[in-house]
């Protein structure tokens, strides 16, 4: 067994992280003991949710731990097994650490399905990306025909998700995305019915009015800051906004002040929910299932940007803060047997 190669958190940035942040380092891959296996990392997946678990405070997850491997979703290929559960050669999907080799229990795990999508696949449409999209939308957003659904961060992997679905629920959707590439992608590619480049839009408020112009029902927010401000004045009455990330905050130092948007839920009688991924464990089958079925008919398309190479995970999770990935943003580090 070739020497292990780990990625662990050096110490806790303040504001955005640098690649100094990272440190790699080799050790000993573990041999398995009694019910585990071991696993080698193919896909690993990079995630805005991450930034958060790098600072010492109390949120949802613990923090990572410094001078440990950082963790995250990865799909693998067992390489050595004493569980029953797993043969050599089978593909996995688990949260694991940020690792060439992982030795784990073999519950920590599940055998993921080759044949029926591409192995990445099951870090996006398919994983915690799609799910994400399914459950928020859904259970908190609940579209309804002929509605306006609101997406921002839309040509990103979890809003380009929560737009489709929109679409198969009857809903007029618009997205929000910070280039004309993918503002024209989301258009003609995913049939939005609208999108808006909020970095050029000469006056935001009047751009996305004109999006809008029967009002917000639906505002799935990924990002909050100025352009949740924004969308915010546009709810109609009994609007529901699902509330997965804030990612123009997340390396802010500076406290993020902005307008007080109390007001203007009283007024129009609107839901705002928070939520986390992990409070839907229990309907994951659910999600899978309906995700499985509208892609193999042909009803969802996903994209992502594929890093190559070990050696470059920290700065593919850097760039998301750059808004350079269309869709997920993956990095593979090694081949599978066979490929």
């Not at 029926?116 to 259970?139: K, Q, W």
């Amino acid at each position: 067994m070739p020497m292990n190669k780990q990625i662990l958190l050096r110490s806790r940035p303040e504001g955005m992280p640098t690649v100094d942040h990272f440190e790699f380092r080799e050790v000993p891959v573990s041999d398995p003991a009694e019910g585990q296996v071991v696993v080698r990392s193919l896909y690993l997946s990079v995630d805005p949710y991450m930034r958060g678990r790098m600072n010492e405070s109390k949120s949802y997850v613990p923090p990572y731990k410094l001078d440990e491997p950082i963790s995250g979703g990865i799909v693998g290929e067992v390489v050595s097994s004493r569980s029953e559960q797993f043969e050599t050669g089978d593909k996995v999907l688990g949260m694991l650490g940020w690792q060439l080799y992982n030795t784990v229990d073999a519950s920590a795990v599940r055998k993921v399905d080759e044949d029926l999508a591409p192995l990445s696949a099951y870090l996006s449409v398919l994983g915690l990306t799609g799910m994400t999209a399914y459950f928020g939308l859904l259970d908190i957003g609940k579209p309804q025909e002929g509605e306006t659904v609101v997406v921002s961060g839309a040509a990103g992997a979890v809003g380009m998700m929560v737009g489709q679905i929109a679409k198969l629920k009857g809903a007029r959707v618009v997205g929000i995305a910070g280039s004309d590439e993918k503002t024209a992608y989301l258009e003609k590619e995913l049939g939005f019915d609208a999108a808006v480049n909020y970095k050029t839009a000469d006056n935001l408020d009047e751009a996305i009015a004109k999006a809008c112009p029967d009002g917000v029902d639906v505002y799935y927010d990924n990002v909050g800051g100025r352009i949740s401000d924004t969308v915010m004045k546009q709810l109609n009455d009994h609007a529901r906004i699902p509330l997965c990330g804030a990612i123009s905050s997340y390396n802010s130092t500076d406290g993020d002040l902005g307008p007080r948007i109390q007001p203007q839920l009283i007024k129009t009688r609107s839901l705002i929910q928070g939520f986390v991924l992990s409070d839907y464990a229990s309907r994951f089958h659910e999600a899978g299932a309906d995700l499985g079925k509208w892609l193999s008919e042909g009803k969802l398309k996903y994209e992502e940007t594929i890093v190559e190479g070990f050696d470059n995970v920290p700065k593919a999770f850097l760039e998301l803060f750059k808004g350079t990935n269309l869709g997920k943003m993956l990095v593979k580090v090694s081949e599978a047997d066979g490929e």
